[in-house]
């Protein structure tokens, strides 16, 4: 059973970085599933934000590429999301998760605040 | 990108009724489908992916089918516990977008 963990601070100054990593257990981030970013803001529906494969190809939502990073740390066994020049409609329940066809497995979600 | 327009938006439903949403992409998908459920404060859970196959230990009372750029999720005999919201996703190309949405309520 993979099991995915999110941390990383729940308030972020306006015009700042926002930046999470993804603990990943029971799988390897070098395996051949996707890990992905998904955020969500309050009382709205899922947004995809992107995804990074081991071998450091990414895809990201066009409608954030401007100001995302996703990177694979392997010794860590871990994935992370930078979100530089975020505002309050950065403000989200953020999510990491595997992609082998579907989004298999997910994190508990971590709420991130975008606020001075 | 792909568009995914899911509907309806909200439905009420009784248990034991049978209920079914569906999903249109903007361009062919080829069963590159899958949909989700989510319960408040909870994460979303995977329940059907490719278009028809269920995700080990989901009920068989969910199902899926579908093909191109039309899908369609069905509850067989709705459950107390399946009030949710349940979501369409794309897994064809990216950005893997997903459906606004259905809320199933009492």
New interface residues.
Partial sequence: QVQLQESGPGLVRPSGTLSLTCGVSGDSVSSSNWWNWVRQPPGKGLEWIGEIHHTGDTYYNPSLASRVTISVDKSKNQFSLKLTSVTAADTAVYYCTNRRIGLDFWGQGTLVTVSS | ?IQMTQSPSSLSASVGDRVTITCRASQSIRS?L?W?Q?KPGK????L???AS?L?SGVPSRFSGSGSGTDYTFTISSLQPEDFATY?C?Q?YS????????TKVEI
């Fill in positions: 990108d590159y899958n989700y989510q994460a979303p859970e995977l059907i992916y490719a196959s995700q979501y996703q897994s990216p950005p893997r977008t997903f459906g606004q949405g």
